[in-house]
């Protein structure tokens, strides 16, 4: 299941989130990191607010390296 760890910078740490959903997705449009599930819309970040996103998941498609 796709999942992204949002972190912000020091000062704002209280505000940092996990977000996951089977149909997240995550695109970027006019500096904004936008991310959607089925229904939409769930999650707007603005690119001046230094928030570092990251996918934690992991890709059950994905065979190990030998």
């Given amino acids: 299941m ?6 912000h ?3 704002h740490s209280r505000e940092d989130i996990l977000i996951e ?3 997240l997705t995550l695109h970027f ?3 904004w990191a936008i991310l959607t599930d089925a229904d939409g819309i769930c999650l ?4 001046g607010q ?7 998941d992991e890709d059950q498609d994905h065979e190990p390296a030998p």
């Fill in 2 to 7: 796709p999942a992204y760890l949002i972190r």
């Fill in 9 to 11: 910078p020091a000062q």
């Fill in 21 to 23: 959903d089977p149909h």
């Fill in 29 to 31: 449009d006019a500096g």
């Fill in 44 to 47: 707007a970040i603005p690119s």
């Fill in 50 to 56: 230094g928030a570092h996103i990251q996918r934690v």
